[in-house]
């Protein structure tokens, strides 16, 4: 499984951007899929998560109301919609593929991980 997060940027706080992560060879359908994110300095955190048929989907708290994630397993795409951003979003963002099928919080649960796109939220 490869995974390639992207849309990254810099926005403005109370902004939008919108990550996509593609799953080049097309073999993450029966799993679930997260989004992670690193702060500098600080320890990789959930985001958010979805089971594999899209059923069923997490937050973290503070994201919960601004974020969404969504997925396409005919294209084998994992979007993750950022509404409302604030300067402690800014992170890089990963996302990965799970080992089972359901919705996951704890990046133990995920086996494969992309390499990660860049969110800058300024004040």
């Known amino acids: 499984v490869q995974l390639q997060a992207s849309g990254g940027g810099l926005v403005q706080a109370g902004g939008s951007l919108r990550l996509s992560c593609a799953n080049s060879?097309?073999?993450?359908?029966?799993?679930?899929m997260g989004w992670f994110r690193q702060a500098p300095g600080k320890e990789r955190e959930f985001v958010a998560s979805?089971?594999?048929?899209?059923?069923?989907?997490s937050y973290e708290d503070s994201v919960k109301g601004r974020f969404t994630i969504s997925r396409d397993n005919v294209r084998s795409t994992v979007s993750l919609q950022m509404d409302m951003l604030k300067p402690e979003d800014t992170a890089v963002y990963y996302c990965?593929?799970?080992?089972?099928?359901?919705?996951?919080?704890?990046?133990?649960?995920?086996?494969?991980w992309g390499q990660g796109t860049l969110v800058t939220v300024s004040s």
């Open positions: 990965a593929a799970a080992r089972g099928a359901g919705s996951a919080s704890t990046p133990s649960a995920y086996q494969y």
């Open positions: 060879r097309r073999t993450s359908s029966n799993n679930g």
């Open positions: 979805i089971s594999w048929n899209g059923g069923y989907t």
